[in-house]
């Protein structure tokens, strides 16, 4: 069973920056892609940023980049997404998910495990 397991999330003002983790237990982390998306109130769950397995392939969703940056560690079964220059409308829950498939990284049901989430908001 693999489980993921987001923390970092809290509340900041406009313009300042916040570091989300997300810890994968129960398999071999590095054959996993993993992406980050984020759902706001109202609104469907949006990609945000994904790296491939071995951490040289990253995108990113164009009203993130420039702002974001999402990182791993595959010798502490860690991804990251660090957040920086945030705005109102960063406001969402954010969840981290992993995919045991060579795919598209920005679509949902690529990714074969969620976490539970992590809230983020940002303050006007």
């Known amino acids: 069973q693999v489980q993921l397991v987001e923390s970092g999330g809290g509340l900041v003002q406009a313009g300042g920056s916040l570091s989300l983790s997300c810890v994968v237990s129960g398999r071999t982390f590095s054959s996993y892609s993993m992406g980050w998306f984020r759902q706001a109130p109202g609104k469907e769950r949006e990609f945000v940023a994904a790296?491939?397995?071995?951490?040289?392939?990253?995108y990113y969703a164009d009203s993130v980049k420039g702002r974001f940056t999402i990182s791993r560690d595959n010798s502490k079964n860690t991804v990251y997404l660090q957040m920086n220059s945030l705005k109102s409308e960063d406001t969402a829950v954010y969840y981290c998910a992993a995919s045991g498939r060579y795919a598209r990284v920005e679509v949902e049901y690529e990714y074969d495990y969620w976490g539970q989430g992590t809230q983020v908001t940002v303050s006007s």
């Open positions: 790296i491939r397995r071995s951490g040289t392939n990253i």
